[in-house]
Nanobody, 116 residues
């Protein structure tokens, strides 16, 4: 069982920045792939950014160049640095943990609202 605790969401003006954090419980972290997804009401959850256990990274086209995902294995934490935020980035952001043996887990979600 893995628990994911997210933090860092909130209200920010367009053009502003936020940093999301997600800390995992459990013994295995460095061998897991970690990701950030987001969801708005009425739409499917979509990938924002993902970082594998080996350090490979991919981003959604809509955030590439503005968002940066990183991980600190010693702290069992994954981060999402979000810059140049736009109103269309408004969503609930979810942290995801995947390990082929341990399983697939989601955080509770953190609201990000970009509005003036």
């Amino acid at each position: 069982q893995v628990q994911l605790v997210e933090s860092g969401g909130g209200l920010v003006q367009p053009g502003g920045s936020l940093r999301l954090s997600c800390t995992a419980s459990g013994r295995i972290f460095s061998a897991a792939d970690m990701g950030w997804y987001r969801q708005v009401p009425g739409k499917e959850r979509e990938l924002v950014a993902r970082i594998t256990s080996g350090g490979s990274i991919n981003y959604a086209d809509s955030v590439r160049g503005r968002f940066t995902i990183s991980r600190d294995n010693a702290k069992k934490t994954v981060y999402l640095e979000m810059n140049s935020l736009k109103p269309e980035d408004t969503a609930v952001y979810y942290c995801n943990y995947y390990h082929r043996i341990v399983g697939n887990y989601w955080g509770q979600g953190t609201q990000v609202t970009v509005s003036s």
